[in-house]
Nanobody, 124 residues
């Protein structure tokens, strides 16, 4: 069964950092672009970062581009999202997805494999 599994979420205070991981099982993640998406309660899902199959390109949502960094280790079938200077507004369920292109456009059509998500809560 093809799977993406996220980990690394948690409960943190503003200004803290977290690193999320997205690990693939039973397929070659290195062939795919990977996107990170988040959804807060009552809000639309939004794309926040994506990375091409060979780590190029990397694309970020404006609200996170100076604080978050996406990277990958293809030999470990894993993509990371390093999040620094977390803000209360970053509270959401974070989900990774694998697809052919690094894009935030029409994610449900652009990405073929999705994880279940990991919760990030930033409380003050």
């Amino acid at each position: 069964q093809l799977q993406l599994v996220e980990s690394g979420g948690g409960l943190v205070q503003p200004g803290w950092s977290l690193t999320l991981s997205c690990k693939a099982s039973n397929f070659d993640l290195d062939r795919y672009a990977v996107g990170w998406f988040r959804q807060a309660p009552g809000k639309e899902r939004e794309g926040i970062a994506c990375i091409g199959s060979d780590s190029d390109p990397t694309v970020y949502r404006n609200s996170v581009k100076d604080r978050f960094a996406i990277s990958r280790e293809n030999d470990k079938h894993t993509v990371y999202l390093r999040m620094t200077r977390l803000q209360v507004e970053d509270t959401a369920t974070y989900t990774c997805a694998a697809g052919d292109l690094c894009t935030f456009f029409s994610p449900q059509d652009s990405y073929s494999h999705w994880g279940q998500g990991t919760q990030v809560t930033v409380y003050s």
